[in-house]
Every structure is written in structure tokens, then in C-alpha cells.
């Protein structure tokens, strides 16, 4: 996925650096590394945003500074703008994942701003945008910070970006029926001999609860001769074990 691809997250008027480098660090984390500031409060470079990037220095390194949020969108075709207040503005408003699926549909370059950490956008920052996103957020405490905002609409955006996942450790090979049903038979028979079965008109539907038990499992080869080793351990003779 090229460059173009990927949104721009641009922050409009931020005010600490140490926010600015934790959306870095939630930008980096779903594989988003363009970052545009609009006139952010303290200048930039700014000695508290590194720290608090935790390692998301390449997003640090290339931020690109705008004098206004025209500037900084000016070649973005689809534009975005991050708010959960309510605005007396005509325009559609999306949720996380539309906005994802416009994005990965969009022809152009494409943008998601965010505001201020104390204020948010101001109705003129998001009049330049084509749509508002908000996220579903309680509407008693509908205050997120910086960092959060841009992290939940980077992690909306990556769900369709084919990122790399960890890999799932590969199941081991599912037992044959041939080796359950030993382990089965075994523990059946040291049973029995251990007199477990009674009364004996009830011998028959405890051994078919038995095999019910054992057979839900998808048991692997080595799990089977696990609990059959557990089974000889229990009915054997007790090892002698030399004491050091």
C-alpha cells in the first residue's frame, strides 16, 4: 500500500507535545505515518513529543507544519473532520467504519482532522471538511483525548488496510479415532478394575458418559498419550525417586 493510500491525520492547533506524540505513537501502531500540525500552540520541533511517541519517531521526523488547515488539506480529495460536538453545519455525518470504507474507496488523497485538545474543532475548521466522523461515545462524558481520537479511527481504517496480523500458532494434528478410543479402553479398563463401575445396571451409561467426556475434545497424539501416561502414573506401582 502506497503512501497515497493512507489518510493524513492533520492536528489542528495542538497544544502539548506530549499529545502530539502519542497520536504519533496510535498513528504508527496501525500504519499511518503522515502527520500535518496547523499551527501547533508551542512550535515545532518540540523536545516533549519524542518521549511520548514511544518509538514513533519516524512520524515525528517527517510532520510536516501548516499555517492553516486549508493549507495543510490542500491536496486532500476527500476530507474528514473528527468532532463529537454538535454543529449547525448541513453535511453528512459518518461513523468510524463508513468513514473507513470511504477512504479505502476514495481516488485521492484523504485527510482526518482533529482539534485542539481543550476546545476541538471550530465550526470553520470543519466547514473545509466534506464529512463529520464521530464515534459512538457516552453522552453524559463525550470527552476523548487526543490520542484516543486518533487511535480508534486509525485502528477503524486498518481493519481494511491488510496490516499484518500475528500469526496463530498452528493447531497440532487432530488425534485419530483409533488413538482416542485407546485412551478411552485404557482408562475403561483400570476402571473396572478398580471396581469404579457400580451398580452394575448402571455400567453402561457411565461408561457411554465416559466416552461422551472424551470424545467432545478435539484431542491432539501428544495430548492422548498424556493423559494415558497420567493414567498408568495413577494405577502403577509409586517411583522411587533419589533423594540429593
Known sequence: MSAADKPVIVLVRPQLGQNIGKAARAMLNF?????????PRDGWPNPDAGPSASGADVVLEQAQVFDTVKAAIADCSTVFASTVRRRDLVMPVVGPEEMAEQIAAAAGRTAVLFGPERSGLETEDVALAHS???VPI??????LNLAQAVILLAYEW????????PTAKEGEPR???GEVDGLIEHLDAELDAKGYFHPPSRTQATRNTIRTIFTKTDWS???VKAVRGIIRALVGPARNRAKT
Open 132 to 134: 463529520i466522523v464521530t
Open 138 to 143: 457516552n453522552p453524559e462524558f463525550g470527552s
Open 175 to 177: 488425534a485419530i479415532h
Open 221 to 223: 497424539s501428544r495430548e
Open 158 to 165: 486498518s481493519k481494511r488496510s491488510g496490516l499484518a496480523q
Open 31 to 39: 500504519g499511518l505515518t503522515e502527520m500535518r500540525l496547523v499551527a
